[in-house]
């Protein structure tokens, strides 16, 4: 089945660079949209941005520039990083597949889901 | 800073109903775009439940149903099992800049 995992430090220091991976199984890497996803107890669920192999990628525009995504097609991963960090962005970070999209159209969701990896920045 | 608003929290006693409401706006749910829903237990990840407003994935049983309309829609869980006890967090997609892919506030139910 599809399966996602999260790698990358578990804290950062304040005004550094979070730098996370997901590595993909299970299914190929270039037929699908993948996101990143955050969870943290003040803002609960926040979608980061998303990345198709195409190179395209769309972000949360609250997160402003902060955001750069990359994805290695060979290593069937694809990466986040996070600039300027602040404490505000300690968070259960996640790395899924979606959205969808298909002769059909959008489908806005997302599944599977990694396991998730807590950052701390301090 | 969620968009969808969700109940904190409902309870059931096993094999009752329970409904989950999720309220948006005329950016989001009220824009006729779908609303999906994820189940996160304890400890583990969000996972996809209904999809595209009453859709379920593989694997999830027929106890679990969505509906939508107008601005709001709901969850619905029937014949509620101890199992079920877990985070539900509906979520849409917004054409206002508060980002494309919003998620609800999230509710705690208890069985």
């Known amino acids: 089945q599809v399966q996602l995992q999260e790698s990358g430090p578990g804290l950062v220091k304040p005004s550094e660079t979070l730098s996370l991976t997901c590595v993909v199984s299970g299914t190929s890497i270039s037929n699908y949209y993948w996101s990143w996803i955050r969870q943290s107890a003040g803002k609960g669920l926040e979608w980061i941005g998303r990345?198709?192999?195409?190179?395209?990628?769309t972000h949360n525009p609250s997160l402003r520039s902060r955001v750069t995504m990359s994805l290695d097609m060979s290593k069937k991963q694809f990466s986040l990083k996070l600039s300027s960090v602040t404490a505000a962005d300690t968070a259960v970070y996640y790395c899924?597949?979606?959205?969808?999209?298909?002769?059909?159209?959008?489908?806005?969701?997302?599944?599977?889901w990694g396991q998730g990896i807590p950052v701390s920045v301090s | 800073q969620s968009v969808l608003t969700q109940p904190p929290s409902v309870s059931g006693a096993p094999g009752q109903r329970v409904t989950i409401s999720c309220t948006g706006s005329g950016s989001n749910i009220g824009a006729n775009f779908d609303v999906h829903w994820y189940q996160q237990l304890p400890g583990t990840a969000p996972k996809l439940l209904i999809y595209d407003n009453n859709n379920r994935p593989s694997g999830v049983p027929g106890r679990f149903s969505g509906s939508k309309s107008g601005t709001s829609a709901s969850l619905a869980i029937t014949g509620l099992r101890t199992e079920d006890e877990a985070d539900y967090y509906c979520q849409s997609y917004d054409t206002n800049l508060s980002g494309s892919y919003v998620f609800g506030t999230g509710t705690k139910v208890t069985v």
């Open positions: 899924a597949r979606g959205p969808f999209y298909d002769r059909s159209g959008w489908g806005h969701y997302f599944g599977p």
């Open positions: 990345i198709y192999i195409s190179g395209s990628t």
